[in-house]
C-alpha cells in the first residue's frame, strides 16, 4: 500500500509544534518551531498495552513506581515519545497516568466527556500517533459515566452538552437488548463504538495495517481502581 501519511511530510509542516502547544491562527495555516527530534519508541503494540496493564496492576496493588517527577520534568522538556494514547473521559475521578502508573512524558491523553472520538480528539491521536510515535491507543471509559446514562434517558441539556450526547448515543443504542446492568452495558458499547470510529481514520488505519499501532478499549472500575478490556 503505497503510504500517504509519514512523519517527515507532518514535519514539513511544521505540525510537531503541537507537541508544545504553538500555532498559528486558522485552519490549515502552517506551525511553528518543530522539534529537533523525531519521536521514536522502540517498543511494540503489543509491548506498549502491557505496560498499560502492568501499571494499572501496580496501581491496584499499591506498589506504584517511586519516581523522581523534578528530574523526569527536565528530561521530557525539549522533546516527548509518549509510548500510549488515552481517550478518557473527562471525568475528575479518572487520571490516566495516576490509574496507569505512569508519569511525565508517557502518555498523550485527550480528554472529553463521554470519551467519544469526535474530529478534535481523532486528529490529536493521530498526531500521538504518527508523529510523536505512540503504538498503542486505548478508549477509556468508566463505570456510572454520567454523559452515557444522560444519553440513556433522553436528558434535555442547555448549550453545547447535547452534541456530547448525540455522539454517545449511536454505540449505546446497540446494547439496548443485551443481559445485565443496562448503564455498564452502554457504557462498554460506548467504548466499542469509538474504537471503530477511531480505526476509520486513514492515518491511523494505516499504521494499524503496518504493524505501529493498535486501539484497543478499556472500562475502569471506579470503586476499585482496575482497568479492563473491553472487546
Do not use: W
Amino acid at each position: 500500500m503505497k503510504r500517504i501519511f509519514s512523519r517527515r511530510n507532518i514535519l514539513k509542516l511544521g505540525a510537531g509544534a503541537l507537541g508544545t502547544g504553538v500555532v498559528t491562527a486558522g485552519v490549515g495555516s502552517q506551525l511553528v518551531s518543530p522539534p529537533k527530534v523525531i519521536a521514536e519508541n522502540n517498543i511494540s503494540p503489543d509491548q506498549a498495552l502491557k505496560e498499560l496493564i502492568d501499571g494499572n496492576e501496580r496501581f491496584v496493588k499499591r506498589k506504584q513506581k517511586k519516581r523522581n517527577h523534578y528530574t523526569r520534568l527536565v528530561e521530557v522538556s525539549k522533546t516527548q515519545k509518549p509510548f500510549a494514547s488515552i481517550l478518557s473521559c473527562a471525568d475528575s475521578r479518572v487520571p490516566s497516568e495516576i490509574i496507569f502508573d505512569q508519569g511525565f512524558g508517557d502518555l498523550f491523553v485527550c480528554r472529553v466527556a463521554g470519551n467519544i472520538a469526535i474530529p478534535e480528539e481523532i486528529g490529536s491521536l493521530e498526531f500521538g500517533s504518527l508523529v510523536l510515535g505512540s503504538k498503542v491507543i486505548m478508549v477509556l471509559g468508566h463505570e456510572r459515566c454520567g454523559a452515557v446514562e444522560a444519553t440513556i434517558k433522553g436528558a434535555q441539556v442547555p448549550g453545547q452538552i447535547g452534541s456530547l450526547l448525540a455522539a454517545i448515543k449511536p454505540g449505546i443504542e446497540k446494547s439496548k437488548n443485551q443481559p445485565g446492568d443496562k448503564l455498564e452495558n452502554a457504557c462498554k458499547a460506548n467504548v466499542l463504538a469509538q474504537v471503530e470510529k477511531l480505526k476509520q481514520s486513514p492515518v491511523l488505519s494505516q499504521l494499524i495495517q503496518e504493524n505501529k499501532l493498535k486501539i484497543v478499549g478499556g472500562y475502569y472500575d471506579l470503586d476499585t481502581g482496575k482497568v479492563t478490556m473491553v472487546s
